[in-house]
């Protein structure tokens, strides 16, 4: 569906209208994990047997996209949580499922990340 179609079903349009954030969240999902098996079918890595990582990367920019057009065309609702959101129910699940050792490397590199922040000293202004 496109980033119109979701912002009439969803009357996002509306100014004082709450939309279902579940059911948005719950079909925009489904589009993507609907979409990454299409994309598999057809972009297998013959060696490995699955869809290569980029493609994956790629899937995830086309909705990233859809989310920031919706942003963009409706701006009575901040999309952001909503991407956070989607992002943490959809796309971090299906990529433990289908890469668990990207997923394992990008865990080590966030604790890494957060281990340095809190360990350097801040500097004085």
Excluded at 25 to 51: A, M, Q, R
Aim: glycine share 2%; aromatic share 16%; hydrophobic share 30%.
């Amino acid at each position: 569906m496109e980033a119109l179609e979701y912002i009439k079903k969803y009357k996002m349009d509306q100014e004082n209208y709450r939309f279902n954030r579940n059911n948005f969240l719950v079909e925009i999902g489904n589009e993507f994990i609907n979409y990454i098996d299409d994309v598999s079918k057809y972009n297998v890595d013959p060696d490995t047997k699955k869809l290569p990582y980029y493609k994956f990367r790629e899937a995830i920019k086309v909705f990233e996209s859809k989310f920031n057009s919706i942003q963009s065309i409706c701006t009575t609702y901040n999309m952001k949580g909503l991407w956070k959101a989607f992002y943490a129910l959809y796309v971090v699940p299906r990529r433990i499922d289908m890469y668990p050792d990207r997923q394992i490397k990008i865990c080590k590199m966030k604790d890494r990340r957060e281990h340095n922040n809190v360990t350097k000293p801040r500097k004085k202004s």
